[in-house]
């Protein structure tokens, strides 16, 4: 049973940076696809980035790429959102997730298993 935990979330301004983590225990977080969902206030939870176990397959939301990268440490089992120019529209709480059945199943959102979230606010 893994559990996940995110961190890094805050208030920031429009432009700014942010790093978010996820870490995971209770398992071996290198048998797993991880990635990244979001949730802002009265919409419905969207997938923002994922990569494979070996962090060397990535995959991200059109409305993110070139902005932020996923990567991972399996050696520490946590995952990183690393977020560049930051707007509004990414005002949201942030999930992490992870699931034994790789990247393209994690997209869908058919994650196994799911943190608790961290919000991230930027203000204009």
């Known amino acids: 049973q893994v559990q996940l935990a995110e961190s890094g979330g805050g208030l920031v301004q429009a432009g700014d940076s942010l790093r978010l983590s996820c870490a995971a225990s209770g398992g071996t977080a290198a048998l797993y696809a991880m990635g990244w969902f979001r949730q802002a206030a009265g919409k419905e939870r969207e997938f923002v980035g994922a990569?494979?176990?070996?962090?060397?397959?990535?995959d991200y939301a059109d409305s993110v790429k070139g902005r932020f990268t996923i990567s991972r440490d399996n050696a520490k089992d946590t995952l990183y959102l690393q977020m560049f120019s930051l707007t509004p529209e990414d005002t949201a709480v942030y999930y992490c997730?992870?699931?034994?059945?790789?990247?393209?199943?994690?997209?869908?959102?058919?994650?196994?298993?799911w943190g608790q979230g961290t919000q991230v606010t930027v203000s204009s």
């Open positions: 990569t494979d176990w070996s962090g060397r397959s990535t």
């Open positions: 997730a992870a699931d034994i059945n790789g990247l393209t199943r994690l997209r869908t959102g058919a994650a196994g298993y």
